[in-house]
């Protein structure tokens, strides 16, 4: 089975711009993550999508994110504007319905850098 | 709250020796510990995870891990380095009940010297 596609794998974009994330989890997977690791830190949670709920969003860092998952399939996670402080590498994961944070898949992540 | 503590962001070890990588954890529940890996240009790998069944663990790739409770310490150890570990390991926590997100350590970058 495909794993969880994330792209694009690198993105450039000058302070102020606009940058959209996207992640493919594995068909079937309910609970679709999103983590962010700035540089040299620890990995941390932005938000969970059961289906297409938010289920929990208290990692979002301000208002500049936002997070959809349409239809409950692919996600994607958009930075307006983006500031210097964004630049880092984001992973989405996901798992069966019912199983949690226990059991999952990572993507490749998306690496973000801000000018 | 939960929180991981990786010892060391950077440990380098001769090929055929033993990897020791420190991890310790604060959690006023019963946790379940992972250890995940990172190898370059991919994404997080599950090496293993403690789930309350047996305290030592085995992972793939001859990795294991032993969860102390008296220690909060969830170590990783391999008993002889491949050139092909070297990469990023990483020690996160999670609590029983909600289960929905990982608190991740800071990482520890593993070189391994031919």
């Known amino acids: 089975e495909a794993g969880v596609t994330q792209f694009p794998s690198h993105s450039v974009i000058e302070k102020g711009q606009t940058v959209t994330l996207r992640c493919d989890p594995i068909s079937g997977h309910d609970n679709l993550y999103w983590y962010r690791r700035v540089m040299g830190k620890e990995i941390k949670f932005l938000l969970h999508f059961v289906k297409e709920s938010k289920q929990d969003e208290s990692g979002m860092p301000n208002n500049r994110f936002l997070a959809e998952r349409t239809g409950g399939t692919y996600s994607t996670l958009k930075v307006q504007p983006a500031e210097l402080e964004d630049s880092g590498v984001y992973f989405c994961a996901s798992s069966p319905p019912a199983t949690g944070a226990n059991v999952l898949t990572f993507g490749a992540g998306s690496r973000l850098t801000v000018l | ?114």
């Not at chain 2, 663990?57 to 050139?83: C, D, Q, R, Y």
């Open chain 2, 1 to 114: 709250a939960q929180s991981v503590t990786q010892l060391g962001s950077h440990v380098s070890v001769s090929e055929g020796a033993l990897v020791l990588l420190r991890c310790n954890y604060s959690s006023s529940v019963p946790p379940y510990l992972f250890w995940y890996v990172q190898y370059p240009n991919q994404g997080l790998q599950l090496l293993l995870k403690y789930t309350s069944a047996a305290t030592l663990v085995k992972g793939i790739n001859g990795f294991e891990a032993e969860f102390k409770k008296s220690e909060t310490s969830f170590h990783l150890t391999k008993p002889s380095a491949h050139m092909s570990d070297a990469a990023e390991y990483f020690c996160a926590v999670s609590d029983l009940r909600g289960a929905q997100k990982l608190v991740f350590g800071q990482g520890t970058r593993l070189t391994i010297n031919p």
